[in-house]
């Protein structure tokens, strides 16, 4: 009995790890994934609007701005998209999380520090 229940433990376990990593095994696995134009809306949660943002990915160095909170970019299936400052700001940087592309998805950028953004997102 007690071996059997170490056996599901056991299994569960490799089985949670498999679903949080199975957007990563694809790629070690040579899995090929298909070009797509991805859909990106932002849940802003900054003092700031949604034109100081982009978002990118990371394997291509590609990047789209948002407009009315909403981006698409052109990309392939499960390539690591992140929110980022636009380069147009360049004494500013955000670090966010970054999440395999899909067609339509949500990404948040949030600004925790009280004067993250003092005077850097001025006009000139």
């Given at each position: 009995?007690?071996?059997?229940?170490?056996?599901?433990?056991?299994?569960?376990?490799?089985?949670?790890?498999?679903?949080?990593?199975?957007?990563?095994?694809?790629?070690?696995?040579?899995?090929?994934?298909?070009?797509?134009?991805?859909?990106?809306?932002?849940?802003n949660?900054?003092n700031?609007?949604?034109?100081?943002?982009?978002?990118?990915?990371?394997?291509?160095?590609?990047?789209?701005?948002?407009?009315?909170?909403?981006?698409?970019?052109?990309?392939?299936?499960?390539?690591?998209?992140?929110?980022?400052?636009?380069?147009?700001?360049?004494?500013?940087?955000?670090?966010?999380?970054?999440?395999?592309?899909?067609?339509?998805?949500?990404?948040?950028?949030?600004?925790?520090?009280?004067?993250?953004?003092?005077?850097?997102?001025?006009?000139?």
């Amino acid at each position: 009995m007690k071996a059997a229940l170490i056996g599901l433990a056991l299994v569960c376990v490799i089985t949670l790890a498999g679903y949080g990593l199975r957007d990563d095994i694809g790629g070690v696995l040579g899995i090929k994934h298909d070009p797509i134009q991805a859909r990106i809306t932002l849940r802003n949660h900054c003092n700031v609007t949604d034109r100081a943002f982009v978002v990118r990915d990371l394997k291509t160095g590609h990047y789209a701005s948002f407009r009315g909170g909403v981006a698409t970019l052109r990309t392939v299936e499960r390539n690591r998209l992140r929110i980022e400052i636009s380069p147009r700001f360049t004494d500013v940087n955000l670090t966010t999380q970054s999440a395999p592309a899909r067609e339509r998805m949500t990404m948040t950028a949030k600004c925790t520090s009280k004067n993250w953004d003092k005077g850097y997102f001025a006009k000139d």
